[in-house]
Each structure stands twice: as C-alpha cells, then as structure tokens.
Nanobody, 123 residues
Framework: QVQLVESGGGSVQAGGSLRLSCAAS????????MGWFRQGPGKEREGVAS???????SYADSVKGRFTISKNNAKNTLYLQMNSLKPEDTAMYYC?????????????????WGQGTQVTVSS
C-alpha cells in the first residue's frame, strides 16, 4: 500500500527555517499532484501548498513568499522549504498525494496521507 513518510519537523525560533520532506513508497511522485497541509492546536486542517503534475504550484496566502514546495521525482520525495517562520506556523504538517495521474491545479484530490511531522515555532 502507498506510504507517505514525513520528516524534518522540529522546534525553531521565529525567523528560522526548516525543510520538510515526504518520502513516498509504492507510489510515484512523477505525474501526480501532491501537497502539504497543517493543523494547529485548536484549529481545523488547512492547505499550505500544492504542486501538480506539470509543476505548477499553489500556496495559502499566509505562507506566500516564505514557503516553497518542490518535488524530486528521481528521489520520489516531496519537500516544503519553510523560511521566516512565525509562531502561527506551529502545527502538525501532513503530506498528501493524489491517486490519479495528470490532475492539474486546482483540480487535485488528496487520497493518501502521511502521519505528520510536528513544527513548533517559538517567539
């Protein structure tokens, strides 16, 4: 079965950076939409960033200019580079993937989910 395993979370001070990784197994990142979501304490899950099969990207307004989503298809891995982190970025971050080939934003679906990696930003 498809597995998505996130890593790279941790604790950082405001203004710092982290890079999250999502390693996929029994799944190919090439040709598929993938995305990052987060859920902060007491908050609903929200979309952070997505990348489709053409490489087009989409970001939540709250992270534009600070976060960058990318894929390395040779390594079957999705990344989220997070810079200028703020305390409000504190959340569990989840990787998600579409089961259908060649979907394009904004029509990506997210059928597979990882277990999450915690990001904590202190002021």
């Amino acid at each position: 079965q498809v597995q998505l395993v996130e890593s790279g979370g941790g604790s950082v001070q405001a203004g710092g950076s982290l890079r999250l990784s999502c390693a996929a197994s029994k799944y190919t990142t090439r040709g598929h939409c993938m995305g990052w979501f987060r859920q902060g304490p007491g908050k609903e899950r929200e979309g952070v960033a997505s990348i489709d099969s053409s490489g087009s990207t989409s970001y939540a307004d709250s992270v534009k200019g600070r976060f960058t989503i990318s894929k390395n298809n040779a390594k079957n891995t999705l990344y989220l580079q997070m810079n200028s982190l703020k305390p409000e970025d504190t959340a569990m971050y989840y990787c998600a993937a579409d089961r259908t080939l060649y979907n394009y934003l904004p029509r990506c679906d997210f059928d597979y989910w990882g277990q999450g990696t915690q990001v904590t930003v202190s002021s």
